[in-house]
T-cell receptor, first 117, second 109 residues
């Protein structure tokens, strides 16, 4: 079974340019997560989807970041315009969520490493 | 508040045991996790422990949980060079994961 797929793996852009990341979760997983991982730190949640609905986007900088999960499967995360501080690894994860108190293993993709010059 | 802390670095010799520590702040977490991240890769789940357990053993891995002190540890027995990676502990708060800062484990041959 294929794992979580992300593309591109690497992206270098100049500041003020737009950028988009794509994620294909594991088939059948209802929950999808986007994380940002800064150098030397743990992942921080940006947004969580339950099927098509964004249920936790409190950490998403909404002035420049947007995300969508059409049809509850693939998802895209967009930054427009990018700033120098957006350089990080953007990780996508998915899980088959069965309740808040259940064991919900998250499966991570390899990430997209963004460098903003 | 939500804060998961780990020491940044650990260096051990091949064959020795490694112990990676983690402290968390929210006692309502139902599960606590240990993830491994190798260079250029995403996070891979190593093991997890339910919050009403004190210990869980899985082959070379032993997880200890002290709920009173909000302390979690991961012991790797007979550490190998392939264990060199960054290890993250994480707690789940109503499906939302809070990750620690990560501990970089270096195994010396």
């Amino acid at each position: 079974e294929a794992g979580v797929v992300q593309s591109p793996r690497y992206k270098i852009i100049e500041k003020k340019q737009p950028v988009a990341f794509w994620c294909n979760p594991i088939s059948g997983h209802n929950t999808l997560y986007w994380y940002r991982q800064n150098l030397g730190q743990g992942p921080e949640l940006l947004i969580r989807y339950e099927n098509e609905e964004a249920v936790d986007d409190s950490q998403l900088p909404k002035d420049r970041f947007s995300a969508e999960r059409l049809k509850g499967v693939d998802s895209t995360l967009k930054i427009q315009p990018a700033e120098l501080g957006d350089s990080a690894v953007y990780l996508c994860a998915s899980s088959l969520t069965q309740g808040a108190n259940s064991y919900n293993e998250q499966f991570f993709g390899p990430g997209t490493r963004l460098t903003v010059l | 508040g939500e804060d998961v802390e780990q020491s940044l670095f650990l260096s051990v010799r091949e064959g020795d045991s490694s112990v990676i520590n983690c402290t968390y702040t929210d006692s309502s977490s139902t599960y606590l996790y240990w993830y491994k991240q190798e260079p250029g890769a995403g996070l891979q789940l190593l093991t997890y422990i339910f919050s009403n357990m004190d210990m869980k053993q899985d082959q070379r891995l032993t997880v200890l949980l002290n709920k009173k002190d909000k302390h979690l540890s991961l012991r790797i027995a007979d550490t190998q060079t392939g264990d060199s990676a960054i290890y993250f502990c994480a707690e789940n708060l109503w499906i939302r994961y809070i990750f620690g800062t990560g501990t970089r484990l270096k195994v010396l041959a």
